[in-house]
């Protein structure tokens, strides 16, 4: 046997069927992990570059812009931020290029999640997996743009407040660890509103409870806001819960839509009226077996008649 062989039998063999051993999924496993952990290693390498050639400007423009009595610099081309330790410069440049190659990688290692998720999922529900990685890839990516645009007035009003008399220098891991915490605290609390619609889908969470909890829900979206926002300052929270209070009404026009269209399909199989308790009626009509396939020579040699 030829090593080329001997490597190719040491493969595991993928199952048409999606009937795999627990070895092959682990090994599916490992190898969509190395993959994904790849791609990460090669953008955040890609982000390390970058951070010299306009992340690190990007970055600190919140800051920058400011005005010059709310930050330490001339108002000229000279604004920076402070680093007090030795190594305080190399473990914020690898933050945000961990943090940045992990958002330029995302494609990669979500369709690596959803490769190794998909073969054991329903035609119904790839379809709607699909549309969840998309609109909660776009949700996050709004509430983050969201928190960087309303970045700027927030540490406005913060900085203000110190009054006359004080001249402000934010560290650098200060500064960067309130921008990204707000980037990430925006991105994550916009997911929450899909969360109630999945719920819908799989017939956990009714458009009736939406409805008669809609307050509560506006209520709680705000305490939520108020907890959540690294500033907890009434301009950032009402910027947080205010679209989260308009994609929480979407959710319930969605969950809407979907229950009246349960209902009807519902109704034309005739389960409209059983009760919970009710079994539904089962087709009885045996199905037909087909014939079983052949067995075939472990050896490659033919079968003999017997005689």
């Known amino acids: 046997m030829s090593e080329a062989t001997g490597k190719r039998r040491r493969r595991t063999p993928r199952d048409p069927s999606a009937t795999m051993s627990l070895v092959a999924h682990l090994t599916e496993l490992r190898n969509r992990i190395g993959k994904a952990l790849l791609a990460l290693l090669v953008a955040t390498a890609v982000a ?76 119904n529900e790839k379809r709607y997996g699909v549309g969840f990685v998309a609109v909660s890839s776009l949700l996050f990516a709004g509430g983050a743009v969201l928190a960087y645009v309303s970045l700027a007035k927030g540490l406005e009003l913060l900085l203000s407040l110190a009054g006359d008399g004080t001249i402000i220098a934010l ?21 929450v509103p899909l969360l109630a619609v999945a719920l819908n889908l799989v017939g956990v969470l009714s ?27 009434p301009f950032t929270m009402l910027l947080m819960a205010g679209p989260m209070i308009v994609l929480f009404e979407i959710a319930i026009q969605i969950a809407r839509f979907v229950d009246r269209r349960r209902a009807r399909r519902e109704a034309a199989a005739g389960l409209a009226d059983l009760s919970d308790d009710e079994a539904s009626p089962l087709d009885a009509t045996p199905s037909r077996i087909e014939e079983p396939a052949p067995l075939e020579d472990p050896l490659g040699s033919s079968p003999s008649p017997r005689g």
Request: charged letters at 15%; one cysteine or more; glycine letters at 10%.
């Open 171 to 191: 560290t650098a891991p200060d500064y960067i660890g309130f921008m990204l915490s707000l980037l990430i605290a925006f991105g994550v609390s916009f997911e």
């Open 48 to 123: 390390f570059w970058w951070y010299e050639h306009g992340l690190g400007e990007f970055i600190r423009a919140p800051y920058c812009n400011l005005d010059p009595e709310l930050r330490y610099g001339d108002g000229g081309t000279e604004c920076g931020l402070l680093i007090t330790d030795v190594f305080g410069g190399v473990f914020i440049r690898l933050k945000v290029s961990f943090l940045a190659g992990a958002v330029l990688s995302s494609p990669f290692w979500l369709y690596q999640l959803w490769a190794f998720i998909t073969p054991g999922l329903k035609r």
């Open 207 to 233: 458009y009736d409870v939406l409805r008669k909890s809609r307050r509560w829900i506006f209520f709680l979206t705000i305490v939520f806001a108020a907890f959540v926002t690294p500033t907890q300052d």
